[in-house]
């Protein structure tokens, strides 16, 4: 298995444009976890969903953020308008619930809003 | 507030001594804890569990405690190698089931020849 897929690796933007991150969970994983990791808060998790269903997105910072999951095999997340403080890096992770906790992380997505 | 907390944020240390990376918590519902292993420009990746029935965990070079009375764990490695150089992060979670893992700030473990 290739793991989970997360894309684009870089990205750098300009404030107030739209930013959209990927990503592809292991296949057969029922989980999905979007997580923002920064020098002063750590790894904060945003949102996740099981079984495609949002669960929780009582992490996601402010409505500029937004997430979805259409299938089982693509998640997605936005920031429209983007600021200078959602420079981070971005990370999905996915899990199987069969008991182990757990979740496998992707390569991240490192954000740099100019 | 942190309900984990790693308090070190780097740790040096040489090679071949034993690495002790602390961990601690708040949340009394936690029941499992992980470490994870993170190398720059790539993911976490899952390094040892403990559920909180036991103790200790043992996995090669790498050994998790976990004290439930004072609510704190620590990940020994030894002997520690080179390539043990990373950042080091304490998980929890509470419930039994795939409630998300609550993740401290992490502890940079630098492991000089």
């Known amino acids: 298995d290739a793991g989970v897929i997360q894309s684009p690796r870089h990205e750098v933007t300009e404030m107030g444009q739209e930013v959209t991150l990927r990503c592809k969970p292991i296949s057969g994983h029922d989980y999905l976890f979007w997580y923002r990791q920064t020098m002063m808060r750590g790894l904060e998790l945003l949102i996740y969903f099981n079984n495609n269903v949002p669960i929780d997105d009582s992490g996601m910072p402010e409505d500029r953020f937004s997430a979805k999951m259409p299938n089982a095999s693509f998640s997605t997340l936005k920031i429209q308008p983007s600021e200078p403080r959602d420079s981070a890096v971005y990370f999905c992770?996915?899990?199987?619930?069969?008991?182990?906790?757990?979740?496998?992380f992707g390569p991240g997505t490192r954000l740099t809003v100019t | 507030d942190q309900q984990v907390k790693q308090n070190s944020p780097s740790l040096s240390v040489q090679e071949g001594r034993i690495s002790i990376l602390n961990c601690d918590y708040t949340n009394s519902m936690f029941d499992y804890f992980l470490w994870y292993k993170k190398y720059p420009a790539e993911g976490p990746t899952f390094l040892i569990s403990i559920s909180s029935i036991k103790d200790k965990n043992e996995d090669g070079r790498f050994t998790v405690f976990l004290n439930k009375s004072a609510k704190h764990l620590s990940l020994h490695i030894v002997p520690s190698q080179p390539g043990d150089s990373a950042v080091y992060f304490c998980a929890a979670s509470s419930n039994s089931g795939n409630t998300p893992l609550v993740f401290g700030k992490g502890t940079r473990l630098s492991v000089i020849a």
């Open positions: 992770a996915s899990s199987l619930y069969d008991g182990s906790y757990e979740q496998y």
